[in-house]
């Protein structure tokens, strides 16, 4: 039962984003830019972001040397290229929107580690540099036998391919700062508000919202209904085939003379890590067991956390023991193609998702079209 006072100003809005991440963050202050009047909400499952936007490695990149190599394998060049340029170019949009202090971000470079089966990939590398140069203005890639030999990896190790272009953000700032910025601009944020049905009228979409207290729930109404749950919007859209992605990360204790800094990345991405400051942040191996972590339920396993450990010990800092002090995990939400989706449900509802474990390059992207197609 709502009061008077509830169903008279609070309840409706011109525009509804379902999803307190980047993407929905994102796509709330798109709208806000186009349409400076209008009241929006942006309803969020959890007391902070539920899927990844919080819980991920804060990788500012677009796809490494074998990763890019993969693509083409599976979409073609073309195709390749332009889902880089996506990347780029929302990487460039979040950084203008935000700044750089803001989220924290960092250009200590990409880089991909290539075990000896892996070292025909640099036979390529010129042929995807020249892919990438009308995008990027120089060359990506280069074979960097200096800052291999500095880091002192494993013997698996052969060669270190290095990308100037990529950096690293702190996740907890970005978000953070995003959701001090959609405050400002009087954008409404709901925590705790798990969306439970979309129903499209003629004139307005109602979203009804599980609430504490309520045994029938709230139901909100608004003009147009945006959907940026990314790997959990099967939930509300079982239709559009979206695949959840568990990734598991671990933080070690700071090692003062930690010898490199930057993104690094492995076996076509399905680990990567990176410093943040002196600490070590190691993530991925759902390769290990692709069907147990295509779930949405976010908790470490025994399995894949061995796996993070391992290669830490072995590769990443061979002969040496450090102390780890954080385990998490994070939601990841892939698509077919890997190219995200953005369409309309409906004259008023859209959906905007499908990072493919890169949100950080894709949301602002994402987010702009969304917002635009529901316009």
């Not at 007391?47 to 074998?66: D, K, V």
């Not at 803001?102 to 880089?111: K, L, P, R």
């Not at 291999?148 to 996740?171: K, M």
């Amino acid at each position: 039962m709502n009061s008077f006072w509830e169903d008279d100003v609070m309840l409706e809005a011109d525009c509804i984003v379902v999803g307190g991440g980047l993407i929905g963050l994102l796509t709330a202050l798109e709208w806000r830019d186009a349409h400076p009047a209008d009241r929006i909400m942006l309803l969020e499952r959890g007391f902070l972001p539920s899927g990844a936007s919080s819980r991920n490695a804060g990788f500012a990149c677009f796809g490494s040397l074998t990763e890019l190599l993969s693509d083409i394998d599976t979409v073609g060049m073309t195709a390749t290229v332009a889902l880089v340029a996506q990347r780029w170019h929302g990487l460039a949009r979040l950084r203008a929107r935000l700044g750089d202090d803001a989220m924290g971000f960092e250009q200590f470079g990409g880089y991909e580690l290539l075990t000896e089966s892996q070292l025909p990939a640099l036979a390529d590398l010129a042929e995807i540099n020249d892919a990438l140069q009308p995008l990027l203005g120089d060359a990506v890639f280069i074979n960097d036998a200096a800052g291999l030999a500095a880091r002192g990896f494993g013997p698996q190790i052969h060669a270190l391919v290095a990308n100037r272009f990529e950096g690293q953000v702190h996740s907890g700032k970005l978000m953070r700062s995003l959701a001090l910025l959609a405050g400002a601009q009087g954008i409404e944020i709901h925590t705790g508000a798990t969306v439970e049905a979309i129903e499209d009228g003629v004139d307005q979409v109602s979203v009804r919202i599980a609430a504490v207290g309520h045994a029938e729930g709230r139901v909100c109404r608004a003009g147009k209904v945006a959907l940026c749950t990314n790997a959990l919007i099967g939930s509300l859209a079982p239709q559009l085939g979206i695949e959840p992605a568990r990734g598991q990360v671990l933080v070690t204790e700071p090692i003062p003379d930690l010898a490199w800094r930057g993104c690094h990345h492995f076996d076509e991405g399905f680990y990567y890590f990176r410093n943040v400051g002196n600490r070590i942040l190691l993530g991925g191996g759902r390769n290990r067991d692709f069907q147990g972590e295509r779930t949405t339920e976010i908790a470490v396993t025994a399995p894949i956390q061995e796996v993070l450990q391992l290669m830490l010990e072995k590769i990443i800092l061979p002969d040496r023991t450090v102390a780890v002090t954080h385990r998490w995990a994070g939601l990841m939400g892939f698509t077919v193609d890997k190219q995200p989706v953005v369409q309309k449900l409906s004259p008023h509802v859209a959906v905007g998702f499908g990072c493919n474990g890169m949100g950080v390059a894709l949301g602002a992207e994402i987010a702009t079209r969304t917002a635009a197609l529901l316009a």
